[in-house]
């Protein structure tokens, strides 16, 4: 019908295998009852090291109609498993939620609600996230408003809704390290929240691990931003000043006291400290040639295996 809309929920997976078939059972009776609106399921296997995640999602695609399900060859990661699912989604608006049920799919009106804007983030009242996931968030969300000049009060989470429009040009960007919520900021300003609740995970544990979040936060300051060449350059200009403070102090107390012999404790110090930052330099620079060189070669952001459609 002419005033008939289709909306692509996205849904990387990793490692789930029982919230699958719920997920995609009450995302459709959502649907079922929202007039003149009409969804399909985009699942992006991102190489999961669960041999039940591939058995549930060919269960799926065997029993469900409009499903779209995408393997890669190896893991690429959840940044890049979206933005492939975004890809070959048709809808007029991209859903993208988590595989675990901690993104409620009873939400997602009130995502729609609001669907006159570009971009609408899930809000959540309190996260269920243990601990150091939660602080790394915060720290996280510190560096989002420092580099994204993303507003204070705006949360970002994996839960959101996407116009059309934006994603066809979030798919338009050519880079190794993709970052997207650095890139939706890149493209529009229209960016709200609608405050939802943050559920537990079904049954599985979360497989964002330590070094997977430290990665996703390195994109964010190598790839979107200057901050760590600035630091260096602050950090360099700081020991030229104090190592000019102490040519002096050195010059007032020869003319004063005379020479003495320095210590070894505090030469070795000294020599060790500007050691370490010196190599620390050297590491933040290549890794900023590395990620030059990698997007000048058009590195592939993911390999497709397959990919299995039943409309």
Not at 62 to 84: D, P
Not at 114 to 136: I, Y
Not at 178 to 193: E, K
Request: with cysteine.
């Amino acid at each position: 019908m002419k005033n008939s809309k289709l909306y692509s929920i996205i849904i990387p997976v990793y490692g789930s295998s029982n919230s699958l078939v719920e997920i995609a059972e009450r995302t459709k009776a959502v649907f079922t009852s929202l007039p003149e609106r009409h969804c399909e399921l985009i699942f992006v296997n991102d190489y999961s090291p669960n041999p039940q995640t591939e058995t549930t999602l060919q269960h799926l695609i065997a029993t469900e109609k409009n499903i779209t399900i995408i393997t890669f060859s190896k893991n690429f990661g959840q940044q890049a498993a979206t933005l492939c699912g975004i890809h070959y989604a048709k809808g007029d608006f991209i859903i993208t939620m988590d595989d675990d049920l901690q993104h409620n799919p009873e939400d997602i009106p009130r995502l729609i609600e609001r669907e006159e804007h570009d971009v609408v983030f899930a809000a959540f009242q309190k996260k269920r996230h243990p601990f150091l996931q939660r602080l790394a968030s915060r720290i996280k969300g510190y560096f989002d408003h420092m580099i994204l000049d993303k507003p204070k009060h705006l949360q970002l989470t994996s839960f959101r809704l996407i116009n059309r429009r934006i994603a066809k040009e979030l798919i338009n960007y050519q880079t190794s390290y993709p970052f997207i919520p650095a890139m939706l900021f890149r493209i529009t300003s229209d960016v709200v929240n609608v405050v939802v609740q943050h559920h537990d995970r079904f049954d599985e544990n979360s497989q964002y691990t330590l070094w997977k979040m430290v990665k996703l936060f390195s994109n964010l300051i190598i790839n979107n931003s200057f901050v760590m060449l600035k630091l260096l350059g602050i950090i360099g200009i700081g020991g030229f000043l104090i190592s000019l403070l102490l040519s002096l102090y050195l010059i007032v107390q020869y003319f004063y006291q005379g020479f003495r012999v320095s210590g070894w404790a505090s030469l070795m110090l000294a020599v060790v400290f500007l050691g370490g930052l010196i190599l620390f330099g050297v590491g933040v620079i290549g890794e900023y040639l590395l990620r030059i060189l990698a997007n000048l070669e058009h590195n592939r952001m993911y390999s497709i295996k397959r990919v299995q459609k039943h409309d």
